[in-house]
């Protein structure tokens, strides 16, 4: 197994940690009708992503893996140039991320910079502003959990 895929599989464990006690909320929610409908099974290997740019950050690429994160709730990858640095900012949709590769450095405002190698794991709730910064050396490879139209909104003062 290469580096990339056992990565891929450690962040896809780590986001399903993450995101188990929603997925047991939702499940006891469901209707018969909606279970009966649910069970499906997604498979792509890394050679088979997808990437495209992301028009708004010239170097930003994005695979998705599951729904269209310009539309609602979605899975997928987003690959940061090493160097890459957004302001502060948020998001409107609670995410969950895993770090596939390379080393990402947050600063959530108010709190401290923290460095997240690959095998991380964090979270961003309530539009929580922070900063985004890959380290130099490599790319950085996310996985996000989006639970809801994914953007991200400026804060800092030009």
Do not use: Y
């Not at 502060?88 to 460095?115: I, R, Y």
């Amino acid at each position: 197994m290469n580096r990339i895929a056992s990565h891929v599989a450690l962040s896809a464990a780590i986001v399903s940690m993450l995101a188990l006690p929603t997925v047991a909320a939702e499940r006891t929610a469901l209707k018969p009708a909606t279970r009966a409908a649910a069970p499906a099974a997604v498979l792509v290997a890394d050679a088979e992503l997808k990437w495209t740019d992301v028009p708004e950050f010239p170097g930003v690429k994005m695979a998705r893996l599951h729904g269209d994160p310009n539309m609602g709730p979605s899975h997928f990858f987003l690959k940061l140039p090493s160097g890459f640095a957004a302001g502060m900012h948020f998001h409107n949709a609670d995410h969950w991320v895993a770090v596939v590769s390379g080393t990402l450095v947050l600063t959530p405002e108010g709190g401290a910079e923290k460095k997240l190698p690959a095998g991380s794991g964090f979270g961003f709730t309530g539009k929580k502003k922070h900063t985004t910064k890959c380290a130099e050396g490599s790319d950085c490879v996310l996985f996000i959990d989006a639970r809801g139209k994914w953007d991200v909104i400026p804060t800092d003062k030009k």
